[in-house]
């Protein structure tokens, strides 16, 4: 009798490893899969981001090229005008 209830003990206390270690790796899963949307989000971010420095360096560079065409245009005319 006493072998019976020892197997009995054996295999349930197999059963509970089991079930804790199935908990702890799904849980790890669950982290993992977390990580990995967050990181996406935060790249997604970042590049969302760097897209929108790319478009106002390039207005800021169109503001730039117009705004040495007017300082070459006003030292042409200081150029004309001056005595």
Do not use: N, Y
Not at 21 to 46: D, Y
Not at 55 to 78: F, I, Q, V, Y
């Amino acid at each position: 009798m006493s072998t019976i209830a020892i197997i009995v003990i054996a295999v349930v206390a197999v059963a509970i490893l089991l079930f804790v270690a199935r908990s702890v790796v799904q849980r790890r899963r669950i982290a993992r899969e977390r990580e990995v949307r967050r990181r996406e989000a935060e790249a997604e971010g970042h590049r969302s981001m760097a897209e929108d420095h790319r478009r106002k360096s390039e207005e800021l560079r169109d503001a730039a090229d117009a705004e040495e065409d007017r300082a070459g245009r006003h030292e042409d005319r200081a150029t004309e005008v001056q005595p």
